[in-house]
């Protein structure tokens, strides 16, 4: 989406392995940063979010970091599960935050 | 609660043909979005509305015009279909106005061209 890079296209890892998920934005004045869950065939659900005022947060295997003065945010998901093997989706809200830009996706594979 | 509902789940239309692809959402949310997802390349804003009576264009909004009918409902519509609109449409919804919220999608309605 506009704005919005997100790297790299396809991650493949061992099972137990972790993953990294990176994103980049352009507006400086973004302030919400989401990622999404999207299996096969589904609808992208939300799975953490982090807003400007933190650095890190987590949700049992799941952290995302923010460095806003560098633009970028990332995803980490540690002990990685086959049940993770999904595309994963970062987003970023441009100008009066409505309006909210994807990134491309990143195919995670975890092989058992 | 149903969330964000879509309808309809499929629909094959013939080049230039019109369509409406209709969305309602219960959860009283202000904003409402149209994205349409193709093959590697993510989900990309046709339009939104911040607040009902109020429409804005995205990144790819040629070809489409949406109605925010109420604060549940959101349409779009193809006026005449083209083939490189055959894509899988995502509809979505948040709650607030400037808040940070997340958006809720819906399951989404998969849209083939001939």
């Known amino acids: 989406g506009e704005n919005v890079e997100q790297h790299p296209s396809t991650l493949s890892v061992q099972e137990g392995d972790s993953a990294v998920i990176k994103c980049t934005y352009s507006d400086s004045a973004s302030n919400y940063f989401p990622w999404y869950k999207q299996e096969l065939g589904k609808r992208p659900q939300l799975i953490i979010d982090?807003?400007?005022?933190?650095g890190e947060k987590k949700d049992q295997r799941i952290a995302v970091t923010l460095n806003k003065t560098a633009k970028h945010f990332s995803l980490h998901i540690t002990e990685t599960q086959p049940e993770d093997s999904a595309v994963y989706f970062c987003?970023?809200?441009?100008?009066?935050?409505?309006?909210?830009?994807f990134g491309s996706g990143t195919k995670l594979n975890v092989k058992p | 609660n149903a969330g964000v509902t879509q309808t309809p789940k499929f629909q094959v239309l013939k080049t230039g043909q019109s369509m409406t692809l209709q969305c309602a959402q219960d959860?009283?949310?202000?904003?409402m979005y149209w994205y349409r997802q193709d093959p590697g390349m993510g989900l990309r804003l046709i339009y939104y509305?911040?607040?009902?009576?109020?429409?804005d264009k995205g990144e790819v909004p040629n070809g489409y015009n949406v109605s925010r009918l109420n604060k549940r409902e959101f349409s779009l519509r193809l006026e005449s279909a083209a083939p490189s609109q055959t894509s899988v449409y995502f509809c979505?919804?948040?709650?607030?106005?400037?808040?940070?919220?997340?958006?809720?999608f819906g399951d989404g309605t998969r849209l083939s061209i001939l």
């Open positions: 979505a919804s948040r709650g607030g106005s400037y808040s940070n919220q997340p958006q809720h």
């Open positions: 982090i807003r400007s005022n933190v």
């Open positions: 987003a970023a809200p441009k100008g009066n935050f409505n309006k909210f830009y």
């Open positions: 509305s911040a607040s009902e009576g109020t429409t």
């Open positions: 959860m009283n949310h202000n904003s």
